[in-house]
């Protein structure tokens, strides 16, 4: 079964600080993962996705298929940062079915 | 671009009452999900739609069900009301075969 764990429900930085979203997965095939972003009064957004390794908004993440994981990373956290981040995940099949984790609240504290 | 719309943004109903939820996908997209999001959970997949059909159903009881007309344009229909079917319905559009998920920003539904 599809499963995606988030273990932190509030997570605290001060601005600057490096940050570090856990996000861990279960899925026996090979899944894509995603990290989906809501902020304030704003819909949810894609912020990224494994398979195209980029940087937005200075945020990474790798896919680590042995430890099942897919932390998001930041070095220096801005205010602008603070919501709620998703990490999803996705079986690479045809009629894509999105399993979300429980989500973490992000916030960069002045 | 409009994105994806929901309407209405809200709703109240009583129980065992039946609901109608209506979503618009984004431009150039084909395929529609519905999600349902409860207070501080992150979205739980309903089912999703593709050339008018269901393709893929999560977890959800029969009185959930969906339609999806030739203009891509998505219902939900949940029958028989209960309390705990309170919560963020999401509409989300993608192209076939390409993900990501396109979201809207949501019906709230309040069931009393």
């Known amino acids: 079964a599809q499963r995606v764990t988030q273990p932190e429900k509030l997570l605290s930085v001060f601005k600057g600080a490096p940050v570090e979203l856990k996000c861990n997965y279960s899925?026996?095939?090979?899944?894509?993962l995603f990290w989906y972003v809501q902020y304030s009064r704003q819909r949810l957004q894609l912020l990224l996705r494994h398979i195209s390794r980029e940087s937005i908004k200075g945020f990474t993440a790798d896919l680590n298929k042995g430890e099942t994981s897919f932390h998001l990373k930041k070095p220096f956290a801005q205010e602008e940062d603070s919501a709620m981040y998703y990490c999803a995940l996705s079986g690479n099949n045809y009629g894509q079915n999105f399993v979300f984790g429980p989500g973490t609240r992000l916030s960069v504290l002045p | 671009d409009a994105g994806v719309t929901q309407s209405p943004t809200h709703l109240i109903k009583t129980r065992g009452q039946q609901v109608t939820l209506r979503c618009s996908p984004k431009s150039g997209h084909d395929t529609v999900s519905w999600y349902q999001q409860a207070l501080g959970q992150g979205p739980q997949f309903i089912f999703q739609?593709?050339?008018?059909?269901?393709?893929q159903r999560g977890n959800f009881p029969d009185r959930f069900s969906g339609h999806q007309f030739p203009n891509y344009s998505s219902e939900l229909n949940v029958n028989a009301l209960l309390l705990g079917d309170s919560a963020l319905y999401l509409c989300a559009s993608s192209r076939a075969r390409d993900s990501p998920l396109h979201f809207g920003n949501g019906t709230r539904l309040t069931v009393t």
């Open positions: 899925y026996s095939g090979s899944p894509e």
């Open positions: 739609y593709y050339e008018e059909e269901e393709r």
